[in-house]
């Protein structure tokens, strides 16, 4: 089993920005390729917003955030950022991490086999 724990979400105005951390671990981690992100807002169904490749650093990203969120894996390999920028009301969610055992980009939630907790983003006007 993987384990997935999200950090960095709080309070931004409009127009700020804040960096979210997942950190893996598990003895299983190295059987799974992708990491994502993904967000819920209130009322809302969970969404995709970015993926990224642990083997060649491939990106993919959902309309909505492409040019304001970055994703990236860190050095040590178990740990995946989202950098998000320009932040607006509707970036409002609670951030989830992750991870899946198949090798493409996926944006479904059932083609992901391990969940963190989440993290509360909320961005004021």
């Known amino acids: 089993q993987v384990q997935l724990v999200e950090s960095g979400g709080g309070l931004v105005q409009a127009g700020g920005s804040l960096r979210l951390s997942c950190a893996a671990s598990?003895?299983?981690?190295?059987?799974?390729?992708?990491m994502g992100w993904f967000r819920q807002a209130p009322g809302k169904e969970r969404e995709f917003v970015a993926t990224?490749?642990?083997?060649?650093?491939?990106?993919y990203y959902a309309d909505s955030v492409k040019g304001r969120f970055t994703i990236s894996r860190g050095n040590a390999k178990n740990t995946v950022y989202l950098r998000m920028n320009s932040l607006k009301p509707e970036d409002t969610a609670v951030y989830y991490c992750a991870a899946r055992r198949g090798t493409f980009h996926a944006t479904k939630i059932h083609e992901y086999d391990a969940w963190g907790q989440g993290t509360q983003v909320t961005v004021s006007s």
């Open positions: 598990g003895r299983t981690f190295s059987n799974y390729y992708i």
């Open positions: 990224i490749s642990w083997s060649d650093g491939s990106t």
